[in-house]
């Protein structure tokens, strides 16, 4: 009889407590401003946090607009993700080879004359999964890890003949409770 009280018990006290845990807040992550936008004489570029069906952001999509009559390069090895001002690394995104990241030798993102390029991205140091990941299917998929609150953004690095642009583009990550 014992053995079943407690197991009563137990199971009335699992149940309370999965109850009130339906009650709790809930955490959504917001993007102060929601996509930032930087402009000079040679591109227009926008930086914009993005999630995947979570209440995080896991991910940017960066997309450079190129103003001139000539191409623009991404220099993916010398544009680095930015966390409260301190450089955190390089970016990563699918088709990236996990060689290239290690030897720094990432092919540049090619914006012809007039074009736009867009490419979702993520700071290396957060990718909850290495790029070289297991055998089969999973081999190469990049999975992106929660980008902090704080100040949080990049350095991008634009080339062209010869010439370096930099610019940071920053936003603010913060969180907020919202009931459920």
Known sequence: MKTFRKKGFISSLSLMIFLAGGCLPARVFISTPEIQNVEN????????PLSQANNYFDRFRLAVTNKTSQELKIDWNQTRYLYH???GGVFVFEGIAAEDIKNETIPPGIIPAGQTFTKEIGPLELVARGPLGGRGADSGKIT???IPSGDSGLLLVVRQNGKTLEEKIMVKISQREVPK
């Open 144 to 146: 992106f890890g929660i």
């Open 41 to 48: 004489d040679y591109f227009i570029a926008q930086l914009e």
């Open 85 to 87: 001002g301190r450089d």
